[in-house]
Every structure is written in C-alpha cells, then in structure tokens.
C-alpha cells in the first residue's frame, strides 16, 4: 500500500499568512494527487486533483504543486474561512490512502 | 445540484450487521464510479469500497474485505453498503463519495454507524 505522510501535523497561522502543507508519498504517485479541506462536522470538500488542477469553485488562493513523491497546498493568504483541516489522498492507485491531516488553527 | 444523501448508520453490538443506503441525484448516476469513505471520531479518513459504473468492477479495503459488500441499483440511484460481523474498530461516519479518475468531487453528510456491547 502506498503511505501518505502530510506535516506538519498542525499549524498555527494569521488571517493573511501565506501557508505550505507538505504530503509524501511512500513510492512514486505521479501527479496522482488530490487535496480536500474539511471543517468540523462537514464532509470533506474538493480543493485540487491531479497535484495541480484547481477544482471548479475553489478560491485562487489555493494551489498545489509536484509530483512523483513530493507535493505541497499552498494557500497564498489565509482567510478566516480557511481554518479547517487539509488531507492529501493519493489516486494512482488501490488502496486509495489518505494523508493523516493538517490542522490549520489561528495563532 | 448533485445530492449524495446517506441513511441506515445506528448503533449496533458487535457481531451484528447494518445496511447503508445512498441515494443520489443530480446528476446521471450510471455514469459515475461510486465509493464509500468512513472517518472514526476524531480521526483522518479511510477509503473503504469502491463500485465501477456499471457494478463490474469492485474493490474493498482490506480491513472489511469478506465482511462488507458495496451493491448499487443504477435504476433507482441508490448505492449500498452490507456491514457483516461489524466490530467496534468500524465505528465511524460513513461517506457516500462520487469519483472522478479516483478523486471524490462530491460527498454525502455521513452517517454514523456505531458498535459498542
């Protein structure tokens, strides 16, 4: 199974801060990647797929980037909608397997 | 608007079985590849089952393989989840998720399936 490895675990930020979430995959995944933000009681929400592709809807101030075993979300300035936590999921292939999370909390 | 709407979750002893419906709408469901995903309290999220469009292809995570049977009616939108021999490490909310090339674009509200003595 390939293992999906986010840090940090949680982070502390600012309304404006530009924030970087990092996801590690065990073997290559190519640009195989999805990233979902939830917020506490809610289904997860679709931000990017295949590493880079903004979902239809989603603000600009998301991005991602990378491939093969290294990605990162970006967020280039948090907004007070934005205090949630991010999970990474790989698509390449069964299992699909999620990162472990990022919780984003105000400093 | 796409609906994925989840019903069936309860509490349950272990060793006991439990029935979880999705019923969609909103979009062509035969056109889709559906999937269940469930999140324990507090906890990150695991994949579960996956079913093709058609019902031809289906796969299962390991931890409920032999024990859960993901079926769907493209006739009526609905998919399903047979829960079997349920223990008390499947205790968590249970995600209807329409899929994308493996990525899920639409999510029900959950439902929460408990299993406690």
């Known amino acids: 199974d390939i293992q999906m490895t986010q840090s940090p675990s949680t982070l502390f930020a600012s309304v404006g801060d530009r924030v970087t979430i990092t996801c590690r995959a065990s073997q290559s995944i190519s640009s195989w990647l999805a990233w979902y933000q939830q917020k506490p009681g809610k289904a997860p929400k679709l931000l990017i797929y295949?590493?880079?592709s903004l979902e239809s809807g989603v603000p600009s101030r998301f991005s991602g980037s990378g491939s093969g075993t290294e990605f990162t979300l970006t967020i280039s300035s948090l907004q007070p909608d934005d205090f949630a936590t991010y999970y990474c999921?790989?698509?390449?292939?069964?299992?699909?397997?999620f990162g472990g999370g990022t919780k984003v909390e105000i400093k | 608007q796409v609906q994925l709407v989840e019903s069936g979750g309860g509490l349950v002893k272990p060793g006991e079985s439990l029935r979880l419906s999705c019923a969609a709408s909103g979009f062509t469901f035969i056109d889709y590849q559906m999937n269940w995903i469930r999140q324990a309290p507090g906890k990150g999220l695991e994949w579960v089952s996956y079913?093709?469009?058609?019902?031809?292809?289906?796969y299962y995570a390991d931890s409920v393989k032999g024990r859960f049977t993901i079926s769907r009616d493209n006739a009526k939108n609905s998919l399903c989840l047979q829960m079997n021999s349920l223990r008390a490490e499947d205790t968590a909310i249970y995600y209807c998720?329409?899929?994308?090339?493996?990525?899920?674009?639409?999510w029900g509200q959950g439902t929460l399936v408990t299993v406690s003595s």
């Open positions: 999921q790989q698509c390449n292939s069964y299992p699909l397997t």
């Open positions: 079913i093709s469009s058609s019902g031809s292809a289906i």
């Open positions: 998720a329409r899929s994308r090339s493996n990525w899920y674009d639409y």
């Open positions: 295949k590493a880079s």
